[in-house]
């Protein structure tokens, strides 16, 4: 994209054009902010640049909660959960790799939705801003299609709830619909990537079990000890109408992660035997959502002294194997970036010498030794007219 910018070429369907099965729409514009502030195509800028978009979603998450009044006594622990979840290098690929801002844009589109969906939901401006949203998450990613329908099934809610069904809100709801129908059919196929998917019915089960144990240190836990207590919450708050706007939220926070599984575990579901860090981001708000409602449910269970008690057991003992999973994951997690940070230096000096001496044994190394699956390739791209200009001069040097 920069060669034909530095050209004076570039157009502008360009920034939405394919990549893979996602038009990264957000990221190019980034890339093309990063260069035209640093005039070099640089990592490291568009890294410090994401440090922003990666705080945004957990303190408008909340900022959202704190403004609801709904933060107090046990419910704290669901700040906990955010802080840590944003701050422990989880992610740490989309921390260190600026072109994967894609995830932020994307989680940031979506509970900017949700939140006008919750609390300005028939709002005329909030419901363009909310056809907006969901249109850049659509452009931000393949799975951005799921954002529409996550606030289609908030809007819904919201009409059971407070038996609302006014035609404007049905109009709302039948839009993001269109939105999401229109995400999936120019969606870009790319077949090479089938064997990606998974192969049947039981891989994908399994893989969705897999990343629903996400962030559980221990797999023998399983999905119970996070997922269950929220599906048995939520749907007693709902069909006995005591959502709060908050409840609400969480409630969008929820469903859109749980769809986030699904397509993740169908589109990477082959062979996927741990969740990528940069798949990690996605399941955050979902957690959080989890923890809300394990939280509610010690609130609205009073059957009985002892059944009361045994919610308590359950809310505790959900807190306990997360933050147990956070403080196992840590030195591994630190031990990851510092191996991967071995082989990005390898790449470096392998690229830093081809660029100096043109010689092509520096790129005939092998796999990951080279930033790029294959060197002829790679050395068209590194023989661009132009390209030494716009690359760091700590690569050159």
Aim: glycine share 6%; charged share 15%.
């Amino acid at each position: 994209m920069l060669k034909p910018w530095t050209e004076g070429t570039l157009i502008f369907s360009d920034l939405w054009s394919r990549h893979n099965e996602h038009r990264i729409f957000p990221t190019r514009l980034v890339t093309l902010l990063s260069f035209e502030l640093t005039g070099i195509w640089s990592n490291l800028a568009e890294a410090r640049l994401n440090i922003l978009l990666g705080a945004s979603t957990p303190l408008l998450l909340i900022w959202l909660l704190y403004k609801g009044r709904a933060l107090y006594g046990l419910r704290w622990l669901v700040v906990a959960v955010i802080v840590a979840g944003a701050v422990l290098p989880f992610s740490w690929e989309n921390l260190l790799i600026g072109f994967q801002s894609q995830f932020y844009f994307l989680n940031l589109f979506t509970l900017s939705a949700l939140a006008l969906a919750v609390f300005r939901p028939r709002n005329t401006w909030s419901m363009l801003s909310i056809a907006g949203l969901c249109v850049l998450s659509v452009i931000t990613m393949a799975s951005g299609l799921i954002t529409p329908i996550a606030v289609a099934m908030v809007y819904a809610t919201d009409g059971y709830v407070q038996k609302n069904w006014s035609p404007k809100n049905l109009l709302v709801i039948f839009v993001l619909l269109i939105t999401a129908a229109a995400g999936y059919f120019t969606m870009p196929y790319v077949p090479g990537h089938n064997f990606l998917h998974a192969q049947n019915m039981t891989e994908m089960l399994k893989t969705t079990i897999r990343i629903m144990d996400w962030p559980l240190a221990d797999h023998k836990l399983h999905m119970g000890l996070l997922w269950l207590p929220t599906l048995i919450t939520m749907p007693l708050l709902l069909f006995t109408r005591r959502f709060t706007r908050c409840d609400l939220l969480m409630f969008g926070c929820f469903i859109w992660t749980g769809a986030q599984v699904l397509a993740l575990a169908f589109g990477r579901g082959h062979d996927l035997f741990e969740v990528s860090s940069q798949y990690t981001d996605i399941l955050l708000p979902g957690l959080a959502g989890n923890a809300w409602f394990v939280i509610r449910a010690t609130e609205v269970f009073f059957i009985g002294q002892k059944f009361n008690f045994a919610v308590k057991i359950v809310g505790f003992l959900f807190f306990a194997a997360l933050f147990f999973s956070y403080k196992k994951r840590f030195p591994n997690d630190i031990e990851t970036m510092k191996n991967d940070r071995a082989m990005r230096l390898i790449q470096t000096q392998n690229v830093r010498l081809y660029l100096k001496t043109r010689d092509r044994q520096h790129l005939e190394k092998p796999r990951m030794h080279i930033p790029y699956p294959n060197s002829e390739n790679f050395q068209k791209i590194l023989d661009q007219p132009g390209l030494m200009e716009i690359l760091p001069q700590s690569v050159l040097h």
